[in-house]
């Protein structure tokens, strides 16, 4: 039986493969040097490594949510 977990991005309920770290619309959508940082760390087992990396994915989700990008164009914060 495959497990599942949430998408790691701030308010995703997708459900993901565990060897998967988010939904693949949020994987794709992460910058390109925080995926390498992601795979590399996980790649070497530097464990601390992955998790901040995952931790700045999910921080850059939260800025750059089609909510918080609408908000920042009407000007107000979220
Ligand atoms: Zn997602």
Redesign the pocket.
């Given at each position: 039986m495959t497990r599942l977990h949430e998408?790691g991005?701030p308010g995703?309920k997708?459900a993901v493969r565990n060897s998967h770290v988010?939904?693949r619309?949020?994987w794709l959508r992460t910058p390109r040097h925080l995926r390498d940082a992601i795979n590399s760390a996980w790649a070497d087992r530097r464990l601390e490594d992955w998790s901040a990396a995952i931790l700045e994915a999910r921080t850059w989700h939260t800025a750059n949510s089609p909510g918080a990008l609408a908000a920042r164009i009407i000007g107000e914060k979220l």
């Open positions: 998408c991005a995703c997708e988010m939904c619309p949020h």
